[in-house]
Structure formats: structure tokens, C-alpha cells
């Protein structure tokens, strides 16, 4: 008798599981997909400065340090939102913040720089996007976490908010200095 | 007069050929080299638009990748290779057929793994209604005439 009250739950029990797997899925943003590249070295990379006014960016200075790369385009609206709050990430020195410049004219993004402030300590410039494909960039803008050791931790996709940095980004940087 | 005009607003939409972003690219020029790198493309996603592939996709990201598609098969590449350059970078989801491994057997074997629970579920059911029930007993003399007086006493109400 037991055995079989159990058997009539069962289709109940399968149901609840699955409600819960689609409650998930609701809160879930299937246009975010997460990096393939977590905990995975940099990909080799050399880009030259976006201009004589910034200094270049290669995948080898990413080692020693743990560092913030943003993959950004004077063409990206969604980067103009989360701009401020680079710019107050870069005057708290919390952590090293770099960018890449992708498939931009390099004066668009200069005056872009010009206009909103400049808060990358390098700046590589990847016109052709090819670098961005090797980071497994599909929109900007990104943020990847690099760890000391020159490691992907983490890859924002769109733009960060206070939230998103107070939370997430700030926390994990800590915890990867330690 | 209306039914004309959406008539012809519908075969304009139609006769837009399958992928016009793949025609605007510079094509490879070995047609065999190509039309593997266009067969490539179909299967890889698009991660812009998502639902699309990278060879019917207009996003520049997708003009992008055929052309990495392209380059790497020139320079000789198994299709298996410039997949795997691709899943690489982007993740299983690149590709829009997943592929069979343990992290996808739920998905691919599922769907076949619940029908059978359900169809034994079934077979279970028909079983045992279909013993319980059988040919009813046939009626003794004293019920046939129960059942004669409660018909007619119905036929008088």
C-alpha cells in the first residue's frame, strides 16, 4: 500500500521539481552567457595604445595584479551608462582598471575620452575586434576579472551598476588579492 | 484592393532571399572550401541575435566569425577544429545543435526517459482496470427480475 502512494506521488513529485527548475529559469537572463574562458589564462593578446596619449595593453600586463579589463566603444550606448561609475572606480585606485577599445575609430573614442573622462590606466586599441573574439566578446560592454596570476575569474556582460559592483566586483577583487 | 496590397507586402517579405548578410561577404574561392564554410555557419550560433545563426545573422559580430569560419577553413582546418575554436571562446552555446555529454543527458535523453515512465505508467493502468473488470457475472434468476420490476416501475413514473 505504501509502495503504492508512493507511486501515485511520484508524477506530483516530478512536477514540483520541474516548477522549481522553471521558477529559476524565470529570474535567469538568457541574452547573459557566461564566459567559457572562466579560470582559463588570459588569450594571448599585443594591441597597440588607442592613440600616443595612452599607454598600450598585451595579455602579459595582466600578470601581477589582480585588474578590471572593460571592453568599451564610443558607439556603445550601454558604456556611457556605466562610465561615471568607472571613473569613480578609478579615483578609489581600489583596483587596476584597463580597456579595450573595440571596433572603434580611434578619434571617436578619443573624444568620446575627452568628454565623459579617461579612467583606464592602458588602453588597447582592438579595431578590427579579432582580440574581442579571442576573449569571447559578444557586446560590449564587458567586464572580466583577471586574476593575479593573469587568470579570467569572472566576465560581467553589460553594463555594471552600483550594485553590481558593490556586490559582485568589489567583493570578488578583494577576495582574489588575498 | 487591400487584399492585393498585403498580397504583394507578403512577397516582398518572402522573396527576401535566405541570407542576404552571407552574399554581402567576399565568398572563399574554392566553391568546394566555401560552401563547407557556409554549411559550418549554419550550425553556429549567433550570440547577438541568439536565435539565429551566424549565416543568416546581419549583427557585424556574426560577419565576424564567417569570416573567421572562412579563414580557418582556407588555412586547412577540420570542421571539427573551427568549432572547437569557436566553443572555445564562447562556450557549448555557440553551437546550436548542444552536443551529447554527461551535462546534456538530461536533455537529450529526458524527453525518451519520461515517455517510457509514462508509457509504463499506462501499460500499469490498462492492466489492471482490464483484470479487475473482465466479462460481468451474469445476473441469477431473482436479480433478472429485480432488475425487470425496477424497469417497469420506472416506465410507470
Request: glycine fraction near 6%; hydrophobic fraction near 45%.
Amino acid at each position: 500500500m505504501n509502495s503504492r502512494r508512493l507511486f501515485f506521488l511520484l508524477p506530483v513529485i516530478v512536477f514540483g521539481v520541474l516548477c522549481a527548475f522553471f521558477l529559476r529559469g524565470l529570474s535567469l537572463d538568457p541574452s547573459t552567457v557566461p564566459t567559457a574562458l572562466a579560470d582559463k589564462p588570459v588569450p594571448f593578446f599585443d594591441l597597440p595604445p588607442l592613440d600616443d596619449e595612452t599607454i598600450a595593453l598585451a595579455s602579459s600586463d595582466l600578470v601581477g595584479e589582480v585588474a578590471l579589463v572593460n571592453v568599451f566603444a564610443s558607439w556603445c550606448l550601454p558604456c556611457r551608462v556605466e562610465h561615471p561609475l568607472l571613473m569613480e572606480l578609478a579615483v578609489t585606485g581600489k583596483v587596476a582598471l584597463h580597456g579595450v577599445n573595440y571596433k572603434d575609430k580611434p578619434e571617436d573614442a578619443r573624444a568620446w575620452l575627452d568628454e565623459l573622462g579617461d579612467p583606464f590606466l592602458r588602453i588597447g586599441a582592438d579595431r578590427d575586434g579579432r582580440v574581442g573574439i579571442d576573449l569571447g566578446v559578444y557586446g560590449v560592454p564587458e567586464t572580466f576579472v583577471v586574476d593575479r596570476t593573469g587568470r579570467i575569474r569572472y566576465k560581467h556582460v553589460g553594463p555594471i551598476s552600483q550594485s553590481d559592483l558593490e556586490k559582485y566586483l568589489l567583493p570578488l577583487v578583494e577576495k582574489l588579492r588575498q | 484592393m487591400k487584399h492585393w496590397f498585403i498580397g504583394v507586402l507578403l512577397s516582398v517579405t518572402i522573396a527576401i532571399p535566405e541570407a542576404v548578410s552571407f552574399e554581402n561577404d567576399a565568398p572563399l574561392d574554392d566553391p568546394v572550401l566555401e560552401v563547407r564554410a557556409r554549411e559550418l555557419a549554419k550550425h553556429i550560433r549567433c550570440l547577438v541575435c541568439q536565435n539565429q545563426s551566424i549565416f543568416d545573422s546581419d549583427a557585424d559580430l556574426a560577419k565576424d566569425l564567417r569570416q573567421i569560419v572562412r579563414e580557418r577553413i582556407m588555412s586547412g582546418e577540420s570542421d571539427r577544429a573551427v568549432t572547437g575554436y569557436l566553443v572555445e571562446r564562447y562556450g557549448d552555446f555557440v553551437l546550436l545543435r548542444p552536443p551529447v555529454k554527461p551535462k546534456t543527458y538530461l536533455l537529450w535523453f529526458g524527453p525518451a526517459i519520461i515517455i517510457l515512465f509514462a508509457g509504463a505508467g499506462v501499460v500499469r493502468f490498462l492492466r489492471r482496470t482490464g483484470a479487475s473488470s473482465g466479462s460481468p457475472e451474469a445476473l441469477n434468476s431473482a436479480e433478472r427480475r429485480r432488475v425487470k420490476s425496477l424497469i417497469s416501475d420506472e416506465e410507470v413514473d
